[in-house]
């Protein structure tokens, strides 16, 4: 087969030598009283980077949004504000608390939430924000901040798209009150599958590490449950992964950095397609290329996915607005402070991440590159 004819799948992890070797050596030495080894050394090495005090290793990051609200205690009657357009993981969690997620409308440059939206959709049920750093730009934690102490409300950064992008020369996942990250295997970190959950709030660290074991204090050897609740760990196995990944950090997001800068250097010149953004005072770490072109073209996303599968390059759509999908149809409540036309609507209806993996080299970037040139100029 020629090479133009191979498949480009659409994202992927950067696995080396080393991950190979800590997993094997999690798989022989992670039991008895090395159990939580790979764990300790993973949740340490990731709180440093971030610059968060605590770190807690769990199988997903949806685990995390869920215990980040059951520990603040949000739950029936409560409104938690939310940003229409992410994926359904940043919100889903609402309703297994039992509380009604609000949806509100994102920027038109970041795709991140809008912070007037915000403020606008406050009611004396609102206990809560989750703000999301969309593919890997970052929200206007400025004003997030602001709002959420005005208001006494705790504020959630899903930065499960942002691991290493940067606000005020912070780290994305340091700008909430807690910040949480995925290592799917689609993710910039990658252990398959994994979460963490990083804080600064040493009650609120206590109160997830009860709730994330059974409802056990840390330290419990008596194995009497003061609650009921969750089981939420991750392996060792997978935490060693983790700990591989994160000592290769500055590689690693420099890698997607290059990714997104050889994608511009083609694509920059196409009249009417916006790109992810990178505003002054942050940096883009760039999780998936993502391009929006305008209406004009034609084209919607499946068109355009569509248009890429027949020249065999896999791609994704972006996040459909939750207030048109199925799985919210019906929740009047939530959608009552969308705008008539949102402005996320039309960003989702056009916007398509085009192949963003660590197998991305310029051979390939210039061939998934050429394809959209063509299908735009057709
Ligand atoms: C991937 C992702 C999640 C969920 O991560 P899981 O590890 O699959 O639970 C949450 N929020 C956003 C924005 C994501 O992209």
């Not at 685990?63 to 994926?87: M, N, S």
């Not at 590689?251 to 009417?272: N, V």
């Not at 996320?344 to 998934?368: C, F, Q, T």
């Not at 590159?369 to 063509?374: C, F, H, I, M």
Request: proline share 5%; net charge negative; charged share 25%.
């Amino acid at each position: 087969m020629a090479a133009s004819d191979d498949f480009i799948p659409v994202a992927g992890p950067s696995i080396t030598d080393r991950e190979v070797e800590y997993a094997a050596d999690a798989a022989r030495n992670a039991w008895y009283q090395n159990h939580y080894s790979f764990n300790a050394r993973f949740e340490t090495l990731f709180a440093e980077t971030i610059g968060v005090a605590h770190a807690v290793s769990l199988p997903h990051c949806t685990a995390a949004i869920h215990l980040a609200l059951a520990a603040r205690g949000i739950g029936p009657g409560d409104e938690v504000i939310v940003p229409d357009v992410t994926w359904i993981a940043s919100i889903a969690p609402v309703d297994y608390v039992g509380a009604t997620p609000i949806f509100v409308d994102i920027l038109p440059d970041t795709w991140c939430i809008d912070p007037d939206a915000v403020e606008a959709a406050i009611t004396d049920r609102t206990k809560a924000i989750i703000a999301v750093d969309l593919y890997g730009s970052m929200a206007d934690w400025r004003r997030l901040r602001k709002i959420a102490d005005r208001h006494g409300l705790f504020l959630l950064e899903d930065s499960a798209e942002a691991l290493g992008s940067t606000y005020d020369d912070r780290q994305a996942g340091s700008h909430g009150d807690v910040g949480v990250f995925s290592f799917h295997g689609s993710k910039t970190v990658a252990t398959g599958e994994g979460g963490m959950l990083v804080t600064g709030d040493p009650a609120l660290f206590a109160r997830v590490m009860t709730l994330r074991d059974h409802g056990r204090p840390p330290g419990d050897r008596f194995f009497i449950n003061t609650e009921v609740a969750f089981k939420y760990k991750m392996s060792a196995v997978q935490a060693a992964l983790g700990l591989a990944q994160m000592e290769r950090f500055d590689e690693l997001i420099a890698a997607k950095r290059k990714i997104f800068a050889s994608y511009k250097e083609r694509l920059g010149d196409l009249q009417g397609v916006a790109f992810n953004a990178e505003p002054e005072g942050t940096e883009n770490s760039f999780w998936m290329v993502t391009v929006i072109p305008d209406a004009e073209y034609g084209l919607d996303k499946f068109a355009i996915m569509e248009e890429l599968k027949a020249r065999n390059i896999d791609s994704r759509p972006f996040f459909s607005p939750l207030s048109t999908i199925p799985a919210y149809e019906g929740r009047q409540q939530s959608k009552r402070f969308l705008p008539a036309q949102p402005k996320g609507h039309a960003i989702a209806n056009y916007g398509v991440n085009l192949p963003s993996g660590y197998h991305m080299d310029e051979a390939k970037i210039d061939r998934v590159a050429k394809a959209l040139s063509d299908i735009l100029r057709k």
